[in-house]
């Protein structure tokens, strides 16, 4: 009996490992648009993606970053610049990308561009602080996928959303977990829109790496912000134990993030050239051992789990 259970649980990874090995030929005749590619996972897979000889089409928001970008890839590789939370500009990267593409299509879309602060408590924020982070994480992914779905239903193309395992499970205040929720439910509801076109929609929802969007430095100075920003009636409710506490946390967290940002774009270098890419790629191991198990907890439990060394506010009252 155990025999032939080890047996059918083995040949069904082999059966996985197989399936995931199998790469799309003619990989140099294929367009892919990255947004967000003057550092980080944007930065890493453009380069990536062009040392496999594909055509990469690269949008970053600064000059500066697309410079940077050429120099450190060949002449195959184009960039743009591109603020995702403009419509002009998006419209306008949108029509170069079809200029660059022609009657081929565009094969792949990597909606990567986003951002992590404002962050802290939610009543620490103001309406503006949720929509900076909303504006570029979202509703700048919805706009750059729109604009682009007629060359990538021509290609049966792909779609790759950079989420987060805080899409998942949300575990601080702000707009970041909002957003990457949405990015979620948008992905689902657009793979099953595409899904009779043969365009194909991947999540990607890395845990912890050290990025530009967790930067320690930044993050704190986000934290230290919301903080001083707040009615002093507020503060006094939260006390500055609090905030001490709860920022030395947030620190202690990231100084844990991974700096291995390839394990990310290795996942969405995959969704892109594997024939049977697969829906979501969890990267870590911190997202596949603690925040998906408690994704499937009851409530109270993933409660205690994630609040259990959170600090207590000065009055509870």
């Given amino acids: 009996m155990w025999f032939w259970l080890f047996a059918l649980i083995g040949f069904y990874f082999l059966y996985r490992w197989c399936r995931d090995k199998q790469i799309h030929q003619n990989l140099t005749d294929k367009y892919v648009f990255i947004t967000g590619c003057d550092s980080g996972f944007g930065n890493l897979l453009a380069r990536q993606l062009d040392g496999r000889g594909l055509r990469v089409l690269a949008a970053c928001l600064t000059q ?62 103001t309406k503006d602080d949720f929509v900076k982070v909303l504006n570029v994480n979202l509703v700048g992914v919805i706009d750059v996928t729109l604009s682009l779905l007629s060359l990538l239903r021509r290609a049966k193309g792909r779609i790759v959303n950079v989420s987060s395992i805080l899409g998942r499970v949300a575990c601080t205040g702000g707009g970041y977990c909002i957003s990457k929720h949405g990015v979620e439910a948008f992905s689902d509801s657009l793979r099953r829109d595409l899904r009779p076109f043969g365009v194909k929609v991947a999540i990607i929802e890395p845990s912890m790496f050290r990025t530009s969007i967790s930067d320690a430095q930044i993050i704190e100075q986000s934290f230290q912000h919301s903080w001083n920003q707040i009615p002093v009636e507020i503060r006094e409710t939260y006390g500055q134990q609090y905030f001490e506490k709860r920022s030395k946390n947030i620190i202690h967290a990231l100084s844990r993030a991974s700096s291995d940002l390839s394990l990310v774009t290795d996942c969405m270098a995959h969704a892109l050239t594997a024939v049977h890419p697969h829906t979501r790629y969890s990267v870590g191991w911190t997202a596949k051992l603690f925040y998906i198990p408690i994704s499937y907890l009851p409530t109270e439990l993933a409660d205690f789990l994630l609040t259990r060394s959170a600090p207590k506010p000065a009055n509870r009252a």
């Fill in 64 to 125: 500066r970053g697309a410079e940077q970008l050429k120099e450190a890839t060949s002449q195959r590789l184009q960039t743009i610049i591109l603020d995702v939370t403009d419509s002009e500009s998006v419209a306008s990267a949108a029509k170069w990308v079809k200029q660059q593409v022609g009657d081929r299509g565009l094969w792949g879309l990597v909606n990567n561009a986003g951002i992590g602060t404002p962050v802290g408590p939610n009543e620490w924020l």
